[in-house]
Structures are given as structure tokens and as C-alpha cells.
């Protein structure tokens, strides 16, 4: 590995490309925090049991799972909002400018989760302060996505595309990884009592303490975006999107749906194993650390879309996952299936889904212009996980309940990603035409 990393930075629109010299400290200062951003975002479900015991008393385990899950999506609803605004901002200031705030942003909304009292210490105060922090956490993440994974392709040569725009997914899986991990070792280290009492808020702390060193290197970054290259204000920036690239928006939605849907019954096995499979608090978490590991090794097969093209993996991957996840729940919700089957079928699942999302995070930000790709990223990205998202674990948990299906993330899934399927297929020429004029872009200069 070496110490510097030198890319060319080349779009659609520029006329002449701007060259920068990338340190790999830049690299890792854009995936760590964006690491973070996630990691203090996505850990909330993992310990949503212990947070909707805490803060939601109610006459049923149901009742207050719910309520956890619901606050959980109320993170999504500011998500748009965070992407327009701060991702407006990166096209118009710059994405430097960006990722420190919404760094800054995440930081606080992890302290308010994690240092909050609890309904019985003040009352109706604690499940307000806790809404508060979920709506800063979203308006964090939401701005994240567009300047963070605009950086990356921006600063990789256009045949390494794919391979560096998918560490957007790496540093997702990986913020599963430690937030599964973290909830492993305290399921394993600390009693019930102990872990319902004060145990859910040690990964939210631990989140605010790396947060600084994140911030210092982040404020490091070279700029990836000339001034001549920027709208003057983030109403043009707005204005610029919905005018010429609204069809890239609105099918972009339609691609994230299958993602991010997929994505958070992932998240949710946590939940799904401790209340449908009547599995151990720490099988549980261990489902979503070891998917997060697939994941990762998924992610990294994705990369190939550099070389084979982005259709094949997009495409390919899902139709695949689509054609194998109905066999693969009848086996994972058999009362004869081991806690090993499950862990290794759920393993399966991860991988096959992410070998496809590492080129998805390339193709959709190829889709804008650089004028325009923080927002209009961050937009669709934002709109797709509030829509499919943040909706997915409270629907999921509450059709379980009224079907006693345990199938449903399994339909679920499928239903969302032959959505995704058309999405891809419909948005390819735009993009592909964009990509194009890229690299004659790059070989003229």
C-alpha cells in the first residue's frame, strides 16, 4: 500500500479536468467519517429493544418495540431535507465544507441518544429529547451521502470508479460491523439487567469520542470542486436539479428502493432473530455482524463493474438475490435450522446482494453532472431511504405481528428489488451517456 493516492479528477461537464493529489490519509478521513456517520445513525436498531424499554413503557414487548422502530424512522424524515440543504451546500462551497458539518451535526444527535434520561428519571422530556436527536441524526446523515460519495468518484481515475465509489458501501457495512460487534461484546459481557439499564448507550458514547479525530483529519481534505465549477447559490444549485435532471431523481428512488430496503431487514435480522426466531440476544447481533462481513466481501466483488461494465453486476445481482431468497427464509424460519444455518444462510444473502451495490453507488453518481451530483445524489438517495427505509423495520415488525408470517422480510425484499431491477434498466442510456463523455473528456486531455 502505498502513501499517496494520485487520480485524476474528471468529470461530464468540466472542460478541463482539475488534477489533485489525494494523500490515502484523504481517502480514509472521507471513509471513516463517513463510517461514522453511519455507524452512529444505524446502531440505534441494533439496541432498539433496550431503547423502546427505556424510554417507551408500555403493557407489551410489541408496543414498545414499535415505538423504537418508529423513532428509528423518524430519522428519515429530515434525510431529504439534510441532503438538499447541505448537499446544495457541497455544490456550492465545496465538499470540504460539507463533510465537516455533517460530521459536527451526527456528533451531537449521537450525545443526545446516548445521554438522555430515561421516561421514568423525566417523563414525556426523554422520548421528545430522543425524536430531537433522531431528526438531527437524519438531517446529518441525509447530507452526508451526496458530498461523501461525490468525493470519492471525483477522486478516482474513471476506470477505478467503481472500486473507489463503492467504499460508500465498505464504510456502511463496516459501521454494521462495529455496531453489531460492540453489541456482541456487551451481550456477551454484561447481564440483562445491566444491558437494559446502561449498556444500549456505550456505542452511542464511544461514537462521540471518535468523532473528533474524524473532524480534524476531514478538515485535511484537498477540494475536489472549482469555484468556477459552482452554482452561485445553493436556490441555483436546487433550481439547476429539478429543471434538467428531475428523471434522474425520480428513477434513482426507484433503484434505491431494492438497496435500502434490503438493506434494513438486514439490520433488523438483530430484532427478527431475538422476537420471531426466539434466538439469543447474542445470535442476534451476531447475524448482523457476520452478514456485515458478506457484505463487505460483496462490496469488493462489485468493483468488477470497472472492468465488465456496470449493467451485468447491477442487473445480474439482483436477479439473482431475487430468485434466492424465498428458498433461503424457508430454511432460516424451519424450526430444525441451527443457529449456524441461519448465520451462514444470512451470510449468503449479504453477499449476493452487495456484489451489485458496490457499481450502484458508481452508477447513480455518474447520473449528474458535477455541478449538481452532491444534491442530486444526496436527494435521491435521502427520498429513498425515507420512503422505503425508514418505513421498512416498523412494517416489517408490525406485518410479522398481524400475519404471523414469519416470510414477510423474505416477500419483502423481492417485491423492492424487481422495483430496483426497473429502476436500473430505465436509467441506464442517461447514465451511460454521461459516463461516456467522461472518459472523452479525460483522453482529450
Known sequence: MTDT????????????????????????????GNWLEFYDFLVFTFFAVMIGDAFFPGESEIARLLSALA???????????????IGAYADRAGRRAALTLTLMLMSLGSALVGLTPTYAQIGLTAPVILVV?????????????????????ESAPIEKRAAITAWQGHSQQLAIFMGS????????TLSKEQLYDWGWRVPFVLGVFIAPVALYIRRQLPETIAR?????????????LMQHHSRAVILGVLIICGGTVSTYVFNYMTTYAITTLHLSPTVGTALAMTGSLAAIAGF????????????????????????????????????????AVIL??????????????GASYAFLTEAFPKSVRSSGLGILYALGVMIFGGTTQFAVAWLIDWTKDPMIPAWYQMAANIVAIIGIMLLMPHAEVLRERAAHVTAKA
Open 300 to 339: 469488493a466483488v462489485g468493483a468488477w463493474a470497472d472492468r465488465f461494465g456496470r449493467k451485468p453486476m447491477l442487473i445480474g445481482s439482483r436477479v439473482i438475490f431475487v430468485l434466492v431468497i424465498y428458498p433461503v427464509y424457508l430454511v432460516i424460519t424451519s424450526p430444525t435450522a441451527s443457529a
Open 228 to 240: 468556477h465549477e459552482t452554482h452561485r447559490s445553493g436556490a441555483a444549485v436546487l433550481a439547476d
Open 71 to 85: 423513532t428509528f424512522g423518524v430519522g428519515f424524515l429530515t434525510r431529504p431535507l439534510g441532503a438538499a440543504i
Open 5 to 32: 493516492y494520485s487520480p485524476a479528477i474528471v468529470v461530464a461537464d468540466v472542460v478541463a479536468p482539475v488534477e489533485v493529489t489525494l494523500p490515502f490519509k484523504g481517502l480514509v478521513a472521507v471513509v471513516v
Open 181 to 188: 460487534l460492540v453489541g456482541v461484546v456487551l451481550a456477551a
Open 344 to 357: 451462514a444462510l444470512n451470510m449468503l444473502l449479504n453477499f449476493i446482494f452487495s456484489t451489485g451495490m
Open 133 to 153: 436527536a433522531r431528526l438531527i441524526q437524519g438531517f446529518s446523515c441525509g447530507g452526508e451521502v451526496g458530498p461523501a460519495t461525490a468525493y470519492l468518484l
